[in-house]
């Protein structure tokens, strides 16, 4: 067939052809008598112009330079130098949909009626042989369900199989591949590269057949002095389950077959059905129709946008919601098959703290929205490892600061395994993002005053359930599990169950205040069955999860735990313990970065000066004006900062203010109202400042209060890097932030100096100046869902709200700036290496290459002390000067300060706010989540 190729202009009427069109280019270029010897001998294939010339005229992405960089520098013993490469890329003309026929190539605004757009992400194409999907979001399955589409038999997984701005797989294949072999009892088939296969099947062992013997810890789950003879075979269990519906032993190539790209992109279906990969596009061909055409990078939808089950009242302001001492808020209540109904998670609260367990998707951004701020819920239990129960946990690790994990170690192991390969991230790197509990069979784990105990159910991965003691009340949750008195007998006959196992299955403890066990789809699950029978009174504290409300008999007396906040179930706990109070002032103040010096012996008169003030709804905490004696932490509730009649930002639990009145007798800048009942903590100044007196953490107030006079909340609200950070995040900043001004024509950091600061630009603006490479690492690329530079565009690097910058080859001149205006810029000079290229940096925007302060390429966080050396002070911008060319380590600690490779020019006075690397590798300890969003957004 005519074909499109990608080929780059000559100085010479003629076309060099790229390796990427393979053999097929080099068959059509043979035939028409072609081949010619260039640069040395080295060979590359030429036609003539008229021939061959497709496409339109914009200039490939950076990315893409790269890519066609490597290809033309040679595959298959065919090869170009490097100079000649960087003769051919500043003319290059393409259509980079290479190998596709002329006639298929869509326009880029049409899509034909055989594409659907899922609500939840990815695309639906119907093709002959059934549904095909590119990019599997979480619960996507249930979009072709409502949209009464077959559940696809085929799946392309994208290059980018983890969303990490988002926290989300884009390669959830688990509950296709089970429902089409549970179900339907077919086969599915993964469209992917052939490096992605092994991944792919290191997945699937966690979530089919579970951890292989030696990676269950039989020691560290369970208490030193627990019993041999009740610890379970979990191994021997999980092969009970691992059968097809035939009895055969399950194999993983008997519910999944893959296909390969092959080395010109293509992923043959079958005889005429075909996935094409390019540069820019996912196509799916059909003999000689194109049906689909895709971006690589999958954009997932936001998510407010996302379908999700609830059964409270639209409208109703949870603001004020007030956590139980004893109870549970459900974010989801049925399973991963029901198209109507959230997969099963919840939020279980402790003396008004709550450990959130088995996230959906999207749950955290939706418990924010409902006014439920992050730090009320800073612990996650993980039952198992299954994609509708671990889906959401990642977004909850990525929400504010370090979140703790609570599982057992054998668990936890296989979550860490399964999202390695899931995201492409080392295993090291992962554990740097959270706090690991283990929970231990046997060993109480002490809550916030509460005792939580664990045991294994049976499932078939290795799955926990759990009951939470407080005040005298409990409650239990059963995780799934085959809780049916006739299989767990017919297991134990077999020899897959041991006496005493058998006997903690089948007495299950029906005697707590609130039950939530789960009812999922058999033969893996509790039947319907098991409830039948049991007392009213138990019926009466029974609430089923795991199960489609449409399943459960409505004649039995059960019935399913509603969704919401306004259905949180409460446990009435008449007499809470005498500390809980004191621990939940512990357990705030704790996460107060402000106190984080606060000795041990600094903490029974921290409970003694902190006084708990009551407030309602439009009360205020202070006004305006008025002279300031204490500073206040929010304890509980909501409190707005007003100036002048209008709201300038919102504080929630955890946040602190007033601290200026601790310095001075200053008047009040603003008032605080409160937005809910609010519960906030008052410190008198003498005797906070007695306390704080010699430490550090009176410099960091100080810091503070400066930063707050300043105009640095309004940058990080419009910097498109800060703006989503919550309150408390901005705080935090705050404190490393120093403020200073740079004129024009001076350098902020020349090449070879220390790098030791990042940067906010206030106003004005500069430029970077540098290799291509080099000043890319410092160009912020468009989050997920944000705003990138358009085809046409002389934009390879894409920015988010604003058009950050332009990396431009010499002969441009042209600069578009984010207000729209265009700054004209001389480039001069440029040699063949790619040198002098230059990206603006304008107001709010941030310079600072994230990947150069963390060890491990980019994998890890730097864990060595680094020189605290400024580089130039507050009011200067006369950057400090390296003693050599090499820049030495002065504290013996064997790590070098890494130097500039970039020079940053002020092309106006310029105005911005530097942080310190050693303080923002810190704070990213401390907001982990923040980190990877850097790194890959």
């Known amino acids: 067939p005519t074909v499109a190729i990608e080929c780059v202009g000559l100085e010479r009427d003629d076309l060099a052809v790229s390796a990427s069109a393979g053999s097929l280019c080099s068959a059509a270029l043979e035939r028409a008598g072609r081949s010619v010897s260039v640069d040395d001998g080295e060979r590359i294939q030429h036609a003539p112009r008229a021939s061959l010339r497709v496409g339109g005229t914009d200039s490939p992405s950076l990315a893409e330079q790269e890519i066609i960089r490597r290809r033309l520098r040679g595959t298959g013993g065919r090869r170009m130098s490097n100079a000649l490469v960087n003769e051919v890329l500043p003319r290059y003309k393409t259509s980079v949909d290479a190998m596709i026929p002329l006639n298929l190539v869509l326009p880029p605004d049409q899509q034909p009626d055989e594409i659907v757009t899922l609500p939840r992400g990815g695309f639906l194409v119907k093709t002959r042989v059934g549904n095909i999907q590119f990019g599997i979001p979480p619960e996507s399955i249930k979009d072709s369900m409502n949209l009464q589409l077959t559940v696809p038999r085929y799946l392309i997984i994208p290059e980018k199989r983890f969303d990490t701005y988002r926290g989300m797989s884009l390669a959830e294949f688990e509950f296709p591949i ?5 179900v339907l009892k077919g086969r599915i088939t993964l469209v992917c590269h052939r490096h992605t296969e092994a991944l792919v099947r290191n997945v699937l062992q966690e979530t089919l057949f579970g951890p292989v013997e030696e990676d269950i810890c039989y020691e560290e789950d369970y208490a030193e002095n627990y019993p041999a003879a009740r610890k379970p075979d979990i191994r021997r269990e999980l092969t009970f389950f691992a059968k097809t519906p035939d009895g055969e032993d399950m194999t993983l190539d008997k519910v999944v077959q893959f296909v390969h790209f092959n080395n010109h992109g293509v992923a043959q279906i079958d005889d005429h059905l075909r996935v094409q990969r390019t540069l820019r596009h996912y196509y799916i061909i059909d003999g000689a129709r194109a049906l689909a055409r895709f971006d690589p990078n999958l954009t997932l939808p936001p998510p407010e946008t996302i379908p999700f089950h609830t059964d409270d009242v639209p409208g109703v302001d949870m603001r004020g919601f007030d956590p139980p001492l004893l109870g549970v808020t459900m974010l989801g209540n049925s399973h991963g098959f029901d198209p109507c109904g959230g997969t099963t998670g919840m939020v279980v609260w402790v003396n008004k703290r709550g450990l959130m367990v088995d996230p959906p998707p999207n749950s955290s951004a939706l418990l924010q929205k409902s006014g439920i701020p992050a730090s009320l819920i800073d612990s996650v239990i993980l039952t198992h490892c299954h994609a509708d129960h671990d889906a959401g946990t990642f977004q909850k690790i990525l929400e504010e600061s370090k979140v703790e994990v609570i599982t057992t170690t054998t668990i936890m192991n296989s979550f860490l395994r399964k999202y390695s390969s899931l995201a492409g991230l080392r295993v090291d790197f992962l554990k740097r993002l959270f706090r690991f509990t283990p929970a231990k069979i046997g060993q109480p784990l002490r809550f916030m005053g509460g005792n939580l105990y664990f045991s294994y159910t049976l499932h078939t991965i290795p799955c926990v359930r759990f009951c939470v003691h407080f005040g005298g009340k409990s409650l239990v949750i059963s995780g799934d599990t085959l809780n049916a008195p006739d299989r767990i007998d017919d297991m134990w006959r077999k020899g897959f169950l041991t006496d005493a196992r058998r006997e903690e299955l089948r007495n299950f403890d029906w005697d707590h205040d609130i ?14 069955t098991t409830f039948f029978d049991l007392p009213d009174d138990v019926k009466q504290r029974l609430h089923l999860v795991h199960v489609a ?45 402000l106190l984080e010096h606060t000795q041990m012996r600094d903490v029974s008169f921290l409970l003694q000066i902190a006084e708990a003030i009551h407030l309602n709804e439009g009360e205020a905490v202070f006004e305006e004006g008025d002279t300031g004696r204490s500073f206040f932490i929010i304890c509980e509730g909501v409190a707005n900062c007003v100036i002048n009649g209008s709201v300038l930002k919102t504080f929630t639990v955890g946040d602190y203010f007033g601290e200026s009145a601790l310095l001075s007798n200053t008047p009040r800048t603003a008032s605080i109202v409160a937005a809910t009942r609010l519960t906030v903590l008052q410190f008198q100044r003498p005797d906070f400042m007695n306390l704080i007196q010699g430490t550090p953490t009176l410099d960091r107030l100080e810091h503070v209060a400066e930063m707050r006079r300043e105009n640095s909340w309004s940058v990080l609200s419009a910097s498109p890097v800060f703006k989503h950070v919550t309150t408390n995040q901005k705080t935090m900043l705050q404190a490393i932030m120093q403020h200073m001004s740079v004129p024009v024509g001076d350098y902020l950091w020349q090449e070879g100096d220390e790098y030791t600061h990042v940067f906010i630009i206030e106003s004005g603006s500069v430029e970077l100046h540098g290799d291509r490479t080099e000043v890319d690492r410092w160009v912020r690329k468009a989050a997920p869902g944000e705003r990138e530079a358009g085809d046409g565009e ?33 480039v001069e000079d440029q040699d063949a290496e790619g040198t002098n290229y230059i990206a ?6 941030f310079l ?14 730097a864990t060595t002390r680094r020189n605290k050396k400024s580089t130039n002070s507050a009011g200067s911008a006369e950057p400090a000067a390296a003693d050599d060319d090499e820049v030495q380590d002065d504290d013996g600690d064997g790590e070098m300060l890494m130097p500039h490779a970039t020079a940053c020019l002020a092309v106006e006075d310029l105005t911005c706010y530097r942080i310190n690397n050693d303080d923002f590798l810190e704070f990213f300890d401390r907001n982990p989540g923040m980190l990877l969003k850097m790194l890959n957004g």
């Open 178 to 182: 089970y429902f089409n072999f549970f």
């Open 515 to 528: 039950i939530l066990h789960e009812a999922g789809v058999p033969p893996i699950h509790t039947p319907m």
């Open 794 to 826: 002389h934009a390879i690097v894409p920015s988010s709200s604003s058009f950050v910058g332009s990396v431009f080859n010499a002969g441009s001149s042209a600069v578009e700036l984010h207000d729209g205006t265009v700054r004209r810029v001389s």
């Open 840 to 845: 603006p940096f304008v107001e709010n925007d």
């Open 549 to 593: 409300e449409r399943d459960v008999p409505p004649d039995r007396g059960l019935k399913v735990a509603k969704v919401g906040l306004q259905h949180t179930l409460r446990a009435d706990v008449p007499t809470p313990p005498d500390s809980a109070f004191a621990l939940r002032v512990l357990h705030l103040l704790g996460k107060t970065d």
């Open 848 to 861: 600072g290459d994230v990947r150069k302060l963390v060890s491990g390429e980019g994998s890890g966080m």
